[in-house]
């Protein structure tokens, strides 16, 4: 699987972006989909996730209400769209397959990651 994860930017608080994620591969539709995020310093932690169908979406508390999951899995490509950006926002976003334990993917179960995104917020 091979991940390419674009849209990010340097915005204000209070801001929008939309993060895109394009994979490759036949089986893009069965996967469980996630993004995550790293913070200079801090571990990579997981901030959404949503189900290969699109039904089922999970997000961190810290997100939650801010941030939406998406996919179209007839262009291979997971969004996230994020709004009401605070500077704790600021990271490298990343998206990855994996599997929902606890209505969250563990950053450490993840065998693919590809290239991030950087996200920074001002204030």
């Known amino acids: 699987v091979q991940l390419q994860a674009s849209g990010g930017g340097s915005v204000q608080a209070g801001g929008s972006l939309r993060l895109s994620c394009a994979a490759s591969g036949r089986t893009f539709s069965t996967y469980v989909m996630g993004w995550f995020r790293q913070a200079p310093g801090k571990e990579r932690e997981f901030v959404a996730a949503i189900s290969w169908n699109g039904v089922s979406t999970y997000y961190a508390d810290s997100v939650k209400g801010r941030f939406t999951i998406s996919r179209d899995n007839g262009k291979n490509t997971v969004y996230l769209e994020m709004n009401n950006l605070k500077p704790e926002d600021t990271a490298v976003y990343y998206c990855?397959?994996?599997?929902?334990?606890?209505?969250?993917?563990?950053?450490?179960?993840?065998?693919?990651w590809g290239q991030g995104t950087q996200v920074t917020v001002s204030s």
């Open positions: 990855a397959p994996g599997i929902i334990s606890g209505n969250r993917i563990n950053p450490g179960s993840v065998r693919y």
